[in-house]
């Protein structure tokens, strides 16, 4: 069974850190480009970060430039978004997704397949 498995989320006061892991499950992740996905009640989905299979490549969206990192390990078959400078707009359920490509070319790629996601809520 195909799987994306999230997870790291939690509360954290504004200014924080989080670490979010992607684990793939039942497919080796090293041949498709990985992107972080968020949304928050009311709000639409937001694609936020996207790195290419090698890692060679990554794309992110304006709101989080600078402060978040996308990474990965293939050898541990594992994505990572690294969250820093934590925001209260930044609460919302974050999820990783591939479109079954190897590389993207925005901070967005079309997320046919996805995991069930970690919630991430900044509050002080």
């Known amino acids: 069974q195909v799987q994306l498995v999230e997870s790291g989320g939690g509360l954290v006061q504004p200014g924080g850190s989080l670490r979010l892991s992607c684990a793939a499950e039942g497919f080796s992740l090293d041949r498709y480009a990985i992107g972080w996905f968020r949304q928050a009640p009311g709000k639409k989905r937001e694609g936020v970060a996207c790195?290419?299979?090698?890692?060679?490549?990554?794309f992110y969206a304006d709101s989080v430039k600078g402060r978040f990192t996308i990474s990965r390990d293939n050898a541990k078959n594992t994505v990572y978004f690294q969250l820093n400078r934590l925001e209260p707009e930044d609460t919302a359920l974050y999820y990783c997704?591939?479109?079954?490509?190897?590389?993207?070319?925005?901070?967005?790629?079309?997320?046919?397949?996805r995991g069930q996601g970690t919630q991430v809520t900044v509050s002080s």
């Open positions: 997704a591939t479109d079954w490509r190897v590389s993207c070319s925005r901070a967005e790629l079309s997320p046919l397949d």
């Open positions: 790195i290419s299979s090698s890692g060679d490549n990554t």
